[in-house]
């Protein structure tokens, strides 16, 4: 966008490390990592050059819930990240830690470091992920640090604090890293990746040259032929005696012994957590995972932990695979600060002070993915609000991103937010295919593509519209072409015209056509919850006698007691479709009640 940017940060040398899993996607995730490529977004990108291996997720399902996932080398991935920082025109790299923000009229004008040196600017964005005031757990030992070897903020809190920001304290944790060649892989399920990966950029609508372009003269990125030599994942799970082993040690468990206090993630769950509120199940899975091509670590999809060291061996020693395992690093919980997100307009300015911007886990979330929308989301914000120019808002009708804003900045959240499809109540306009499509005028509008992408993508959305156009009034045998495609799963004989384009506008056709009848049905829906304000939820409903809420939205909606749709639907874990389900129910009641009076 051509704004004067710096990038402040603590270490240098650990810009882009991921702090757990290095893997990229997943269910909605991937969704996510999609829209941050339609808006210009690095991470697509340096997720397919630098990917181990490559899954789709529910391929045997509607193409509206499939989702990429890599699983990515990880210092790979850091060093190309981080070089592409380098090189970015416009951006200047820093490292030294930000000690507090300075404040002059309602408005933030700039940082202290801890060097003794001012740095001013027009906005801030604060993306401090899991290190503001971060202390780590291992069993009751405690050391300062928002990841293992690092270091805590534990000055910023205070300078927020001064200027009315509201904070809590939220908890995340990661597993132990084994070494592979104490690992025994006889016996363990092999998971393989894609022979056809598919890819998280766009990269029919990028130039050629995009992907290995020299930059300057002898700087070639880091990276491969996406897809390449990919790297297999095994699957293992625990025992009775992995159980024991939990049960008989909970007390020593740094977040059942009282240690913690912070929450932490509903749908990510330790290994004692999982024993404790799972206890019908008799196992659970886990995935061995390498770190990457250069190294012999592993990591244990599944299995984060707070139990004291010598307990994580004899855990570890209890599963199959790992019984002369070797651990590299242990498995930790860190507790941080966080500012609830319901401070924040849709822009992520901060309501109480001007130019302030926040983005990533200090709003409450969790994930890579979300932390990178955000992150995206608040940078074009910035510089926007430099200009004097009014703010993107991507709204939740338009992809997942808007979903995770409005969620955060109207509901808030009480424990670390992970986005899934359910939250998406239009999820089916939100195949991970049609991103560039549905971000289109965004981009556009802030110049956030190149000129020659901008073109690509018009003359993409051009022929699929000419298309979808074409089977929808033309026949063949039986009906229009476009009733034979939602007849029938079976590959049809399509105009040879029609095979000729690029596999990606016929997935993005074909999908548009077959479930034409849905997506109209979600576009009236958009319209429908517009008068959300208007239809009042009765006094009297029972909400945890309805089977067809969720467990957990059922308990907010009873413990909030909700006045109208719009204000359920703005509750932290009711999730559309729970307000989708009220609505009905809301409407057979109206229905029921006229009917009697007849």
Known sequence: MGASTLLLTGNIDTIAQMSCNPAIGGQAKGQ???????????????????????????????????????????????????????????????????????????????????????????????????????????????????????????????????????????????????????????????????????????????????????????????????GREQASCWLTYTTSESERIVRDNLHLSAMYSGQITATGPRYCPSIEDKFVRFADKERHLLFLEPEGRNTNEY???????????????????????????????????????????????????????????????????????????????????????????????????????GVLIDDLTTKGTSEPYRMFTSRAEHRLLFNHGSAEGRFFEHSKKHNLLSTSRLVN??????????????FENNNTAGGSWGDAIRRTNSPLELPQNFQQETKEVRDETIYRVRYRGYRLREQRQIERFKDNEKIRIPDHIDYLAIP????????????????????????????????????????????SRRESSS
């Open 32 to 226: 996510i990592v999609r829209e941050i490529d339609a808006l210009g977004g690095e991470m697509a990108i340096n997720t397919d050059v630098t990917a181990i291996q490559f899954r789709l997720l529910n391929e045997s399902k509607g193409p509206a819930v499939q989702a990429p996932r890599a699983q990515c080398d990880k210092k790979a991935y850091q060093f190309r990240l981080k070089h592409t920082l380098e090189l970015q025109k416009n951006l200047q790299i820093f490292q030294t830690t930000v000690t507090g923000l300075i404040y002059a009229h309602g408005r933030v004008v700039g940082c202290r470091t801890n060097l003794d040196v001012e740095f001013f600017g027009r906005a801030v964005i604060i993306t401090t992920g899991t290190f503001l005031r971060a202390l780590m757990h291992v069993g009751q030992n405690k050391n300062e640090g928002g990841r293992l070897g690092d270091f805590s903020a534990k000055t910023l809190s205070g300078s927020l604090l001064e200027a009315g920001i509201e904070l809590h304290r939220l908890k995340t944790g990661t597993p132990p890293r084994l070494l592979g060649r104490s690992l025994n892989f006889a016996g363990l399920q092999e998971q393989k990746g894609d022979r056809e990966p598919t890819l998280f950029a766009f990269h029919d609508t990028r130039e050629k040259d995009d992907l290995f372009h020299v930059e300057q003269p002898g700087e070639t990125r880091l990276g491969w032929v996406p």
């Open 548 to 591: 067809s809420l969720r467990k957990e939205g059922a308990q907010k909606l009873h413990a909030a007691r909700p006045a109208t749709l719009a204000d359920a639907s703005r509750i932290s874990g009711v999730s559309p479709s729970d307000v989708s389900i009220l609505m009905i129910i809301i409407e057979a009641g109206r229905r």
């Open 457 to 470: 993508i018009a003359k993409k959305y051009s022929s699929i519209n000419t298309w979808v156009e074409f």
């Open 299 to 401: 990591y244990i999809n599944g299995l984060s932990t707070s139990l004291p060291f010598d307990i994580q061996v004899q855990l570890i020693h209890s599963i199959p695979g790992l019984e002369n395992a070797v651990l590299l690093r242990p498995a930790y919980a860190v507790e941080y600060d966080f500012a609830q997100p319901t401070q924040l307009l849709p822009s992520l300015e901060s309501r109480l002070m001007e130019n302030l911007f926040f983005a990533g886990q200090i709003n409450g979330t969790s994930g890579y993915e979300e932390a990178a929308a955000q992150g995206l989301v608040a940078g074009v914000n910035a510089a926007l609000k430099a200009r004097g120019e009014p703010p993107m808002v991507i709204r939740r009708h338009e992809g997942y991103i």
